[in-house]
């Protein structure tokens, strides 16, 4: 069943196009990765999807669950199942843990934050009390987003580069956790530029300059994405692409 | 005069007091009413002498050489009627290898035109601490001035920590001066948490002198203000002496056509001394009000939310 389908969609920020008639079907029940390079226009996509107030798209639309949404505003979203796991956390000043994990949770399961917290391996006694400010390092802070997430139990999550900040041994429980949402039934859009952790997923998207270029299983694209994209000049110079001193090369692209 | 006791005690206990701790034997704790002491009890080491004024209370506070009082001494001063005057003019002296906690609530939780000034004049020894925390708790009208004033004079391996807090009804008009000179090796913490809105006015001076060798200092603002009211804070840090630190930091949210000011001065003068400061003035972050809507909050609910955690 298609939980999530966006059509056509196209967004321009302050003169420049970030995504560009961009399509996207997602499963329900899966985990579905966005895969490529920085600048691609992958956060940005998520911030449409989840519906920040500085993302509105100029044109297209995204349907859930077959329902238009392209109009509801983020709590609306949120509301209907739908969250993210931001890729630089918020920090809060006088905002503990526990609190924070349990602003999203829809039913307040007892054992359920620790639950969560032991997800993505921090030990709830040292941790429920503690702010989520800045004496949390990078890395703690990415955890307890990912922590209130799997607490809130929605139908589709979007990790914006859960891997980012994350210890090389955590990274396992990432994965694990990542795996549980889908096993719990929430649907999972990961968002990545690294191919390693796209592998996880049962579908990947390949994301390039607000587009999507090509669809399949993460070893597919992942071989493309290291074949082609990563020696493309579009990937390693975005900038000089937009001001067309790089040709965009159709083999690369398509 | 029991009455009177009774519903200080009411009050002090709306505005997040324990009255429980007036009938602790172990505790002590003075009751002024207007310039009347309608409650006082003392424990060994401390010497609290309230004299009545015209128009408040004298109190002479002396922690005694070596005594480290055990639990929060408990102050509630207050008004009760619609108006009225409380002077409270304080002078304490925190002797040698002491330390000492006060917990002091204000109550005014009918004023209209009610005035409560402080002048505290404190003055702490070597190798002793005093933390003195006061809350507020004002009514609905608006009605109240409130203008503590405090000179401190802290000596050296010493600690002196002002946590300030009016978060419940109307701040009314507030204007807050305190000035504080720091010793050898010891430390400031200054807090202020305060939360405006109608017409209220907001002024805030904190000053700290680190001019021992190796003294800390610390001061922290935290100020809410929406519809008309405003706000206006100086933090200030002097530095003059070998390895002294300091850091000042400062955040004014406002909202609707509120107006806040932030002046953060900092001197150094010795070139081993340093001060940092942070000062931001602006509306509740967009960030932070997104990831939490993201969660399922309202807009207002998640403003209220990182408001209510900023000033806790």
Known sequence: MELLRVEKLSLNLEGRQILKDLSLSVKSGTIHSILGPNAAGKSSLAYVLIGCCDYNPQCGKIYFLGKDITGYPIQKRAKIGITLAWQEPARFEGLNVKDYISVGMREKKPGLIEESLYHVLLEPKEYLDRGVDKTLSGGERKRIELAAVFAMRPRLVILDEPDSGIDILALDNIVNMIKELRRQGTTVLLITHREEVAEIADKTSLMCSGFIVKEGTPEEVGKYFKEKCIPCPTHLYPEEKDKGKIKEKNDTRL | ?312
């Open chain 2, 1 to 312: 005069m029991i009455q009177d006791y009774k519903y200080m005690l009411d009050a002090y206990a709306e505005a997040g007091g324990s009255p429980e701790a007036f009938k602790n034997s172990k505790v002590a704790h003075l009751v002024v009413h207007r310039n009347k002491v309608i409650g006082e009890h003392l424990v060994e080491g401390l010497d609290l002498k309230p004299r009545e004024t015209a128009s408040g209370v004298d109190i002479h506070l002396i922690v005694r050489k070596g005594a480290i009082i055990k639990y929060p001494v408990h102050l509630c001063f207050g008004v009760l009627p619609k108006e009225g005057i409380q002077e409270i003019n304080i002078r304490a002296r925190v002797e040698d290898d002491s330390g000492v906690k006060l917990l002091a609530h204000c109550v005014f939780p009918n004023a209209v035109r009610v005035v409560h000034k402080m002048n505290a004049d404190i003055e702490i020894g070597n190798n002793s601490y005093y933390e003195y925390n006061e809350v507020h708790f004002h009514g609905f009208e608006g009605g109240v001035e409130v203008i503590p004033k405090a000179k401190i004079r802290v000596g050296n391996n010493s600690r002196l920590v002002t946590n300030f807090s009016l978060l419940k009804g109307r701040v009314g008009y507030f204007d807050l001066d305190y000035d504080s000179e720091i010793l050898n090796n010891s430390s400031l913490e200054m807090t202020v948490k305060i939360y405006g809105y109608s017409d209220d006015r907001i002024k805030i001076k904190e000053a700290g002198r680190l001019i021992g060798k190796s003294s800390r200092g610390l001061i922290k603002s935290r100020v809410v203000v929406k519809d008309n009211a405003q706000s206006e804070i100086i933090n200030e840090l002097v530095a003059s002496a070998e390895n002294a630190r300091g850091h000042v930091d400062c955040i004014e949210v406002i909202q609707g056509n509120a107006k806040a000011r932030a002046i953060p001065i900092v001197n150094v003068t010795h070139e081993l001394a340093k001060v940092t400061h942070e000062a931001a003035i602006g509306r509740v972050s967009k960030k932070q009000i997104e990831t939490l809507m993201a969660r399922g909050l309202e807009e207002e609910k998640a403003i209220d939310l990182v408001v209510s955690g900023m000033l806790k």
